[in-house]
T-cell receptor, first 112, second 113 residues
Framework: EAGVVQSPRYKIIEKKQPVAFWCNPI?????LYWYLQNLGQGPELLIR????????DSQLPKDRFSAERLKGVDSTLKIQPAELGDSAVYLCASSLVEDEQFFGPGTRLTVL | AQSVTQLGSHVSVSEGALVLLRCNYS??????LFWYVQYPNQGLQLLLKYTSAATLVKGINGFEAEFKKSETSFHLTKPSAHMSDAAEYFC???????????FGTGTRLLVSP
């Protein structure tokens, strides 16, 4: 069984540029999560989807961040424009049953 | 609100020694607790979870944790450390419905020969 797939694995951009991250969850997992992990910290939830519906986006900075999960499968997280403080690892996770989330390898973003 | 506190950002042990990683939680509802491991440049992998069944939980790779309500703790242990255990370990808490995992800041385990 394939795990959660994320791309790209690494991204370097200049500030004020847009960037997008893609996530393909494990097949059949209806819940998808995007987390932000700053250096030396634990992951923090940005947004949670149940199928195609964003059921918790309270921690998503909506002035510059957006996300979508069309057709309830893969998902894209976008930042526009990126700021220096956005440098972090962006993790995607998915789950079938509520008590176990499976994480992808993450996308490491560096904003110069 | 829920939170977890992991005591010690770094823990160093010798190979073969006992591993003890500390986690204390705060929760206004009965908590569900998790330990995850993260190897360099990889995502998080679930080690074990407490979901209100047995208070002593056994996980993968020889790890176990005990839920102690009186101490609001969920410490992770392993009797004998291996070099391959060197990684970052995260404790996490959620409430009924598992809607939001709240992670601690992590503990880096260093294992020396």
């Amino acid at each position: 069984e394939a795990g959660v797939v994320q791309s790209p694995r690494y991204k370097i951009i200049e500030k004020k540029q847009p960037v997008a991250f893609w996530c393909n969850p494990i097949s059949g997992h209806n819940t998808l999560y995007w987390y932000l992990q700053n250096l030396g910290q634990g992951p923090e939830l940005l947004i949670r989807y149940e199928n195609e519906e964003a059921v918790d986006d309270s921690q998503l900075p909506k002035d510059r961040f957006s996300a979508e999960r069309l057709k309830g499968v893969d998902s894209t997280l976008k930042i526009q424009p990126a700021e220096l403080g956005d440098s972090a690892v962006y993790l995607c996770a998915s789950s079938l049953v509520e008590d176990e989330q499976f994480f992808g390898p993450g996308t490491r973003l560096t904003v110069l | 609100a829920q939170s977890v506190t992991q005591l010690g950002s770094h823990v160093s042990v010798s190979e073969g020694a006992l591993v003890l990683l500390r986690c204390n939680y705060s929760s206004s509802v009965p908590p569900y607790l998790f330990w995850y491991v993260q190897y360099p440049n990889q995502g998080l992998q679930l080690l074990l979870k407490y979901t209100s069944a047995a208070t002593l939980v056994k996980g993968i790779n020889g790890f176990e944790a005990e839920f102690k309500k009186s101490e609001t703790s969920f410490h992770l242990t392993k009797p004998s450390a291996h070099m391959s255990d060197a990684a970052e370990y995260f404790c996490a808490v959620t409430g009924i419905g598992f809607q939001k995992l709240v992670f601690g800041t992590g503990t880096r385990l260093l294992v020396s020969p």
